[in-house]
């Protein structure tokens, strides 16, 4: 009955919120006061400008708005606002400082746990609501990945920890065939997919191969090595243009020592590890790469039928390997490890086609730019998705070792400028057949 699904529902939603504040916790409490209120980075928020706007969104969204209530604290909000102030003038406001951050957030989760037990989660009432926390999980797992982002940014000894990635295996063929024809991109009944993914309609795709693996550090070490950033045919007019505004010789946090390369990530400096996928690319370092190697990015749509599709039964199914949802065993997802896993370490995460790692490990660029789907509704607001559609921002697919997997979906379409590279973020190649 209603009644049934509607308690369950609100026991899955309440262990959601506590799995997305321990880790929020956790990126906070890592570090002292200094580290929280400083900007480690211009590109990025002072962290506790990340957990107060994590608070107040939920205040906004469930406490307010569901909840109908009074506001824990309306003279704060356009603070947190994130249209209002840009990252860079953040540590120039007056915010909460970490104590009463702390306090402020745990506040807003008071009332919020309270709104949960009372909410109508039934009938027409349960998809919306529902759908309301379930934005607000995501909505701080993505900032999480953001503080995770940030952490990166930051010098000084060590301060996050994680047991290090499974191991790679052989993967038996480089690339591999996706013949053309229609498929069903998109997603018309993934419960927490966000506007953008909306909704599932018929795309036609031209034959094309995909590379099995996202591009390893070995690979893109040779590609350096072979001078190709300073090989102005391999890089289009803005590529180049930035390639040498920003003095682009590397990826970000990589450092070379004659013919080899070290890279620092989190507070620790090593070797690269040849086979994990790059990291820390920028859009147009991929598609330079891509056009060394005789490659190209793949499009949005091709990377979402090599996710997706099934031949057999020409089908589109949920993940890469099937309709379960995500298990440690199928993709290196929500920050259990603090790298990319090398190739081949998630053979039981491959697509029908044999493509591996499409979820998890590094987002990947694609050659497309935002925009919206065919029947494409605001949800709940526009300043979710819409406000960034158009040519200044290129999609970005599949999660991250720092994205949860309540935040990721083979349908979940992430954004940047073509020129950001403090993301997790590499790339994998593709031809036309
Ligand atoms: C989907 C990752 C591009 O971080 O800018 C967070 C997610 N939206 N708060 C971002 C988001 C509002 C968004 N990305
Ligand atoms: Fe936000």
């Known amino acids: 009955t209603s009644q049934i699904d509607g308690d369950r529902l609100r026991e899955q939603v309440a262990e959601q919120l506590l799995r997305s504040r321990a880790r929020s916790t956790a990126l906070t409490d890592a570090v002292d006061e200094h580290d929280l209120v400083r900007q480690h980075s211009k590109l990025m928020s002072p962290l506790v400008w990340d957990l107060a706007h994590i608070g107040n969104q939920e205040e906004l969204w469930l406490v307010r708005d569901v909840g109908g209530r009074e ?156 001078g190709g950033y300073d090989d102005r045919r391999l890089w289009t007019d803005e590529g180049w243009e930035h390639r040498t505004t920003a003095k682009l010789v590397a990826p970000r946090f990589w450092q070379r020592e004659e013919n080899s390369f070290v890279r620092t990530a989190f507070g620790v400096t090593e070797p690269i590890v040849p086979d994990e996928p790059v990291v820390h690319v920028c859009f147009h370092e991929a598609q330079a790469y891509a056009r060394w190697a005789g490659k190209r990015l793949p499009t949005e749509p091709e990377w979402e039928k090599a996710a997706r599709f099934d031949t057999a039964s020409g089908k589109t199914r949920r993940y890469p390997w099937g309709d379960e949802q995500p298990t440690e065993a199928h993709a290196n997802l929500g920050q259990r490890h603090l790298r990319p896993a090398p190739v081949g370490a998630y053979p039981r995460g491959a697509s029908p086609a044999g493509v591996h790692q499409l979820m998890g490990d590094v987002w990947e660029w694609t050659s497309s730019d935002f925009g919206p789907y065919p029947g494409f509704e605001v949800f709940p607001y526009k300043e979710y998705s819409e406000v960034f559609f158009g040519p200044d921002y290129k999609v970005l697919r599949g999660g991250s070792f720092g994205t949860d997997s309540s935040a990721v979906r083979a349908t979940f379409r992430n954004w940047d400028y073509p020129i950001r590279r403090q993301i997790f973020a590499g790339f994998r190649c593709a031809r036309d057949a």
């Open 71 to 226: 506001p824990v604290r309306s003279d704060i909000d356009e603070y947190y606002d994130a249209f209002k102030f840009s990252r860079s003038v953040r540590p120039e406001l007056p915010l909460l400082n970490p104590s009463e951050t702390r306090q402020y957030v745990g506040d807003v989760r008071g009332k919020v746990f309270d709104v949960l037990e009372k909410v109508p989660l039934q009938g027409r009432r349960l998809v919306e609501n529902a759908f309301a926390f379930g934005m607000i999980v995501q909505h701080e797992q993505q900032h999480d990945e953001t503080m995770l982002a940030t952490h990166q940014l930051r010098t000084g000894e060590p301060v996050l920890h994680a047991p290090p990635p499974p191991s790679g295996s052989l993967v038996p063929t480089t690339e591999v065939f996706i013949p053309g024809g229609p498929f069903e991109m998109g997603t018309s009944d993934e419960p927490w997919a966000l506007d953008n993914e909306r909704p599932a309609h018929a795309v036609h795709v031209d034959s094309f191969f995909i590379d099995t693996t996202p591009v390893t550090n070995g690979e893109y070490a040779q590609f350096v090595l072979a």
